[in-house]
Structures are given as structure tokens and as C-alpha cells.
């Protein structure tokens, strides 16, 4: 079997991505990954993104450190015996039309045959350590196991921790910093082994990077009583996270207005029928079960873009890629300022229950800055739901290269004529704004007037 | 044969009352037993005789009342010194102290100042048991709109009532039990209410105490030395406002910290000063911050219960080597 190997990239996740960061590797070189597994974490600038690799086989070697800034299509880390799974690799702003659904893993005959050099010995643990060791980046393969049959307990995780991380005390971490001792190859003599700042002068001058030790100790300025201090640079960082997302925030909306002509449509739908549908559905549910509005709203767009591909795909080189499935993204705003519309995978096909759900973890996961690569970069239609805000009715901005943007309004009571007789009725404003290079306002008028439809029958939701 | 000028804390602060009460006559001295008797601590002893009843007034067992009269009376114009015979009494003016005098110039829109001196006993030692003894200075160093002086030294005790009095908001000054036996020569010079002192300099750590363990943290560094262990200590004086500057430029050289304060650890004032040092200076700090307080209980009336429950000079030298590794 000739053994394949594939770069691992740094992938677009979102057309207003240029670089990215790898904050974390969530493998080492020699580690055996499978196709969906998450393998790091990367900053976008507007989240922190785990992002699934594309193949199965072993790591090879990691390329790019932790905390660097690489451009979209860099190369991270070489993996081996990437052998018939292989996706090309995706070119930038091109995300992959037909993504993989839920993480296939591949039955245990279908690993490569042949054999790892080191017997790697694969750590026996449970569900809860392995979170656990996933969350604080260790790695279990490291840990030494002391359950029974050497398996890897919880307290074998915390234990490991408290030992990889440096005691150090403030004093002594500030000047490590200015004089650039390595803190972790020190030897603490302070009262718990902690390293004090005297350990990281005698280190200092033995390695002699430092200033010789008779010289005064660096001046900092003390704060005088009373005086505001500066803030903490972890505040700093915030505002230069927000600055940086609005910064690509803006080049996406200035490119999609300066590349896609948008057409806008708008209907308002009487919402009575969809109202009292839930009202009834929710009477007998527990609160946590119930639904609300805004997943009919969704679930009609989803299964009118099913029935519209043009409206569903993007628009890349001059032509229109129809997606196979909808995966609708969902515009959500950040408590800190910002935007995201990470995907609702195959949001046609799931069921309100199952889009409720999914609706609720995306939102939660989109607002502590852990989405997955695939949510990023696969939706194929957004919708936006201004409503909330007490709007009417939105116009919206496309994400390219998506080709349509549905946006709603807030349900409001209006005087309404029904069957010839007039009504004080539930309504929703619901507009389409559509890149004329793809599809007319025929197509438009047709996925809004479906959307009316659906919304008329939620049973059929 | 005692040196010449030689005067003890209690002589100090009579002496300072009586200054006040000779150099403004809007002064007058009130509280209970301070009168005929001389005082509980015989501080004000002589001063009803020299000065007569209507500026040294003995009132009745009811400290909401009379410290309610002296809010009444700084509001009408007077300068009332008020002295209240433990902080464990003053809880029954607590009302009035925190409710009335700390807020009414706020609750006016700054047209009322309650110039009021308010003197009373803290802390342990004498065997007085829970009821007389403990360290409540903190709980009114959480109050804005009071001042709360400390004083540790004779200097202290004979020269901050006067800048007390000159104050035009409520100012609360806690003499602790154990010092008014304290003796020697003070030394002359102006004393303010605003600043903490270096008792003591050493550039291996800072020891910051006031009032009652003051001492004890002197007498802690004097034993620090005998190891080669410089120390500064610091003595805040005023617990509210704290001077943060004082403290965080003696840690700026130091590094590390020992917090000595006779009230309970658990929300106490070595806790806020702990808390600040943090803030202030965390980048500074090469040792966690040591905290020597009272063991969290009722202060025992037994002796040997007694010390072992409050800050001693054998716990101040072990929390301070063991912050400095040796």
C-alpha cells in the first residue's frame, strides 16, 4: 500500500477570512486521526473555531506552532496515509459544496493496515477524562494511568496538569519575561518549589541573557493611590478581538455589495394559522421542549430553498454551484458587539425538535466562541431575524458566496382582510435579498410565495 | 526615676482632650462614666474637676442616645468628643453612627457635616472576654463617610484628635485596650489623619500592621533581623481611607507582604488590604500574601485561651519567613 500523505491547511472558514491563528493543536505528530475528527482550534478573529480534518491517517508532523498567524491555504501539519478519503483540499472562498454530514467514523477494519512504528499505546479512559483532558490540551497518551489495568482516571488528568504547569510567582514571571528565562526548565526554591524572582536572576546570569545582577532591578511605575490604573491587556485583547471582527465583518459586506447586485423582494404572511398551530403543539410540552416562532420560520425557508435550489449554493468564478443539501445559516449577534451566521446542517430534513435543539446549542456555542470549521463555511442560505429588535422587516446584505439572504421581521397584530372581511391578525414581513446574478425576481417571488405556503401549513413542517 | 517628659498613651490622649476642650469651647467631652468617675479607662481622670459638668458630661447606659445627641450637637455647631466604652457597646449606636452621621451629608446634598469625634476601646489581651474585647475597626472601615483612625504611638494618641476635631465629617478613633499603659518620651512633631508611617525599614518584606499589633509586629521584626531578615513595617494609622501609596511602595521594594490585623481573617480589613495589594501590585509580588489575624472565634476569656487566639509576635516571624523561603 503506497502510503499517501495530504496538507492540512489553514481552511477558509467564511469568505471574510484572509489568516487565521492556530490557538491550539488538538493532536501531536504521531497520532492516528480520522476524517471529522477535530484536530485544532483556530481564530478567526471572529471566534474560536475546532476544525474537523478532511482525512484519515496519522499525523506526520505539525507545521505551523501555536499562535501563529498564517495566511487562508498555508499548510498546518502533513498527514500520512491519507489514503481513497481524501477531499482536495478546498481552495480558498470556496467552501465544499456537498460537506460531510455528522462525523462518519469508519469501522475499525477500514484503519490503514500498516503498522505504527511505536507501539502508541492507546490510552484507556473514560468519556468524562477525555473531555476533561481535551479541554486543558493535555494529551492522554503522556499521562500515566494509575486506574486499574493502567487506565487513565480523572484524578490522573488533574494531577498532570498541576505538574506540566509552572509555579512561578508574579514577580518572578514579569522579569523571566524582561530577561527572557525559560520558566519552565527552572528550579523553584520558594517555599511550595515556587520559582521566585531571585531563581530567575541566578538564571539569568548564568545563562548571562540577563543584566548583570548588581545592576538595580528594572524600574516599574507604581500606580500613585488613588489614580485610575490601566487596564488589564485582557481587556485590550477584547477590544482588539471586536476591532478585528468588525474589520471582517466589513470586508465581506463591502465586497458583497460591491460584487453581487442584490434584488429585493418582500411579502408579509399572516402568521395566524402558524400561531395557533404552536400555541396548541406547546400547550402540553414542558418549557424546555417548547418551540418557538422562529423555528417554523426557519424550517419553512429551509424546505423552500430544498424546493429553489437556485436560491441554495453559492457563486463562485463567474458561476452558480447549487448546494445538494440546506444548510441554513443563522444570524446571530454577539453580546460583545459582532455577527456570526454559523450553518444549521441539512436544516430541510430535520425534524422542529431536532432544529430546536440545534437552534439552541448553535446560539450557545456561537455566543462562547467554539463552532466547528463546518458551520463556518458550509451554509448555503442565511436568514436573519430582526424581529427580536421590534423591526419590521429587514434588507438584507448577502454573505457571499451565498446567493440569497431571507430575512423576518417581528411578529405584529395588523388590521388584516380575510375572505372579504376585515380582521385584526398575526403578521410577518418576509424579504428576500437575492444576487441577480444567479436567479431573477421570478425565482425570488416563487421561494417567498413557498415560504408563505409552508408557513399556511405548519402541520407539514 | 522616670526620664523626663515621659507620658503614657492614656496621659496622651487626656492630654489632647484637654488641649481641645481649653482651645475651642465648642469642644465638650460625653460619654458614659467619663465624668465623676474619670473614665472606665481613666483617660478623661481630672478633666470634669478642671472643666466642670457642662463640658465633661456623664451620661446614661445608652450609647443609640448619646451618640445620637452628639450627631444632634456637631449639626448645631458644636465639636462633641464622644467616647464610647468598647466598639463591642458601639454596635448599639450602630444606627445611629452608620445611618445618621455617615450619611447625612450625602442624604443633604453636602449642605449638613456632622464634625463629630467619636473615641472608643478595641481590641483584646486584658482578659475581658467576648463581650469587651473584640476588633470591630474593620466593620466601620467599610462605611464611606467616616474617617477611622488608629492610633499605635504616643505621638499618634496625642496628636490626631486634634486634626479629627478640624475635620468637618464624622472621624472614629479606636485606642486599643492593651496600649494605655504603653510609656515613654514622644516625639515632637506634627501628626496628620491622612498617611500611613514606615515604623521600621528592611528591604526584605513588608509587615503592615496598626494599633494593638503594631507592637508585637515591631517586636517580630527585631526578631526577623536576629535571622538576617530586613523588614518594613508599615503602620496604616488610618484604616479608612487606606494610603494604598504607603503600602504599595514598601512592596515595590520588598516583594512580599505580611497582613497583621487583631480582627477576624474572614471579610475582614486584611482582606481588603490583601485584596488592594493584589490590584495594585500583583506584578510586584514574588510570595503569596501572608495574613496574620484572630483565630475566627469569640475572643476567650481564659489567659492562655486569650493569646492563642489573637496575633502573636511567634506567628508574625513564622508567616513572614515562610513568605521569604528561609
Request: glycine fraction near 10%.
Amino acid at each position: 500500500m503506497t502510503v499517501e500523505s495530504a496538507d492540512f491547511r489553514m481552511p477558509s472558514l467564511g469568505a471574510d477570512m484572509e489568516s487565521g491563528t492556530v490557538t491550539e493543536w488538538l493532536v501531536k505528530a504521531g497520532d492516528q486521526i480520522r476524517k471529522g475528527d477535530v484536530i485544532a482550534v483556530i481564530d478567526t478573529d471572529k471566534a474560536l473555531i475546532e476544525v474537523e480534518s478532511f482525512h484519515t491517517g496519522t499525523v506526520e508532523s505539525l507545521l505551523v506552532e501555536p499562535g501563529r498567524r498564517v495566511p487562508v491555504g498555508t499548510p498546518l501539519a502533513v498527514i500520512t496515509g491519507a489514503g481513497p478519503t481524501t477531499v482536495p483540499s478546498v481552495p480558498p472562498q470556496a467552501p465544499p459544496v456537498t460537506p460531510p454530514r455528522r462525523r462518519e467514523r469508519p469501522k475499525p477494519s477500514a484503519k490503514p493496515r500498516e503498522t505504527t512504528p511505536a507501539p502508541a499505546r492507546a490510552p484507556v479512559a473514560s468519556p468524562l477524562v477525555r473531555h476533561l483532558a481535551e479541554r486543558r490540551g493535555l494529551d492522554l497518551a503522556l499521562v500515566r494511568g494509575t486506574g486499574p489495568g493502567g487506565r487513565v482516571t480523572r484524578a490522573d488528568v488533574e494531577n498532570a496538569e498541576l505538574v506540566s504547569r509552572v509555579t512561578a510567582s508574579p514577580l518572578a514571571r514579569r522579569l523571566a519575561a524582561e530577561l527572557g528565562v525559560d520558566l519552565s526548565g527552572l528550579h523553584g526554591t520558594g517555599h511550595t518549589g515556587a520559582i521566585r524572582a531571585q531563581d530567575v536572576r541566578e538564571a539569568a546570569a548564568r545563562s548571562g541573557t540577563g543584566r548583570p545582577r548588581a545592576e538595580p532591578e528594572p524600574v516599574v511605575a507604581m500606580p500613585a493611590a488613588g489614580v485610575e490604573r490601566p487596564r488589564a491587556t485582557q481587556e485590550s485583547g477584547l477590544e482588539q478581538r471586536q476591532d478585528a471582527m468588525r474589520r471582517a465583518i466589513a470586508r465581506a459586506m463591502a465586497k458583497s455589495k460591491r460584487e453581487i447586485p442584490h434584488y429585493y423582494l418582500s411579502t408579509t404572511v399572516d402568521a395566524n394559522a402558524m400561531l395557533g398551530w404552536l400555541r396548541a403543539r406547546n400547550r402540553d410540552l414542558p418549557v424546555a421542549r417548547r418551540l418557538l416562532p422562529a423555528v417554523l420560520l426557519l424550517k419553512a425557508t429551509a424546505r423552500a430553498a430544498a424546493e429553489v435550489p437556485r436560491l441554495n449554493g453559492f457563486w463562485i468564478d463567474d458561476a452558480f454551484v447549487a448546494s445538494d443539501a440546506v444548510h441554513l445559516g443563522v444570524a446571530i449577534s454577539l453580546k460583545g458587539g459582532g455577527l456570526i451566521a454559523p450553518a444549521l446542517h441539512h436544516a430541510a430534513v430535520r425534524d422542529l425538535d431536532d432544529l430546536m435543539a440545534a437552534l439552541k446549542d448553535l446560539a450557545a456555542r456561537a455566543r462562547t466562541g467554539r463552532l466547528r470549521g463546518s458551520e463556518m463555511t458550509e451554509a448555503t442560505i442565511t436568514v436573519t431575524n430582526l424581529g427580536d429588535q421590534g423591526v419590521e422587516s429587514v434588507q438584507g446584505v448577502i454573505y457571499p458566496p451565498q446567493v440569497a439572504l431571507v430575512g423576518f421581521g417581528k411578529i405584529l397584530e395588523r388590521p388584516w382582510a380575510v375572505d372579504g372581511l376585515l380582521g385584526v391578525r398575526p403578521v410577518v414581513t418576509v424579504t428576500l435579498a437575492a444576487d441577480h446574478r444567479a436567479t431573477d425576481g421570478y425565482t425570488g417571488g416563487r421561494f417567498l410565495a413557498l415560504i408563505e405556503r409552508l408557513l399556511n401549513e405548519p402541520e407539514t413542517l | 526615676m522616670t526620664e523626663r517628659g515621659t507620658t503614657t498613651y492614656r496621659e496622651a490622649i487626656r492630654e489632647a482632650i484637654r488641649e481641645a476642650l481649653l482651645r475651642d469651647d465648642r469642644v465638650f467631652l460625653m460619654g458614659e462614666d467619663v465624668g465623676v468617675y474619670g473614665g472606665c479607662f481613666a483617660v478623661s481622670l481630672g478633666l470634669l474637676e478642671e472643666f466642670g459638668p457642662g463640658r465633661v458630661r456623664d451620661t446614661p447606659l445608652s450609647e443609640a442616645g448619646f451618640v445620637g445627641a452628639g450627631i444632634g450637637a456637631a449639626l448645631g455647631g458644636m465639636r462633641p468628643i464622644v467616647e464610647i466604652m468598647t466598639v463591642n457597646f458601639s454596635l448599639l449606636a450602630l444606627d445611629q453612627i452608620m445611618n445618621n452621621a455617615a450619611t447625612l451629608l450625602h442624604m443633604s446634598g453636602g449642605q449638613f457635616n456632622v464634625p463629630l469625634v467619636i473615641r472608643m476601646t478595641t481590641g483584646a489581651g486584658r482578659q475581658l472576654a467576648a463581650q469587651h474585647s473584640h476588633s470591630l475597626e474593620g466593620w466601620y472601615a467599610h462605611i464611606p463617610g467616616l474617617k477611622i483612625l488608629a492610633p499605635a504611638t504616643l505621638e499618634d494618641a496625642r496628636g490626631m484628635l486634634a486634626p479629627a476635631l478640624d475635620d468637618p465629617d464624622p472621624v472614629l478613633i479606636f485606642e486599643h485596650g492593651g496600649l494605655y499603659n504603653m510609656s515613654g518620651v514622644p516625639r515632637p512633631g506634627l501628626v496628620d489623619i491622612a498617611t500611613a508611617a514606615l515604623r521600621r525599614t528592611g528591604d526584605d518584606i513588608t509587615l503592615i500592621a496598626y494599633g494593638g499589633t503594631l507592637h508585637k509586629t515591631l517586636a517580630a521584626a527585631d526578631e526577623l533581623a536576629t535571622r538576617g531578615i530586613k523588614a518594613d513595617v508599615v503602620d496604616l494609622r488610618v484604616l479608612r481611607p487606606l494610603d494604598d501609596a504607603t503600602i504599595m511602595e514598601s512592596i515595590g521594594r520588598t516583594h512580599r507582604a505580611v497582613i497583621v490585623d487583631e480582627g477576624w481573617r474572614s471579610g475582614g480589613l486584611s482582606a481588603e488590604i490583601s485584596a488592594r495589594i493584589m490590584e495594585q501590585a500583583f506584578y510586584q509580588l514574588d510570595a503569596p500574601v501572608q495574613r496574620v489575624c484572630t483565630a475566627e472565634v469569640p475572643i476567650p476569656y481564659a489567659r492562655h485561651l486569650e493569646e492563642a487566639a489573637i496575633p502573636q509576635v511567634i506567628g508574625i516571624v513564622a508567616a513572614a519567613r515562610e513568605a521569604v523561603a528561609a
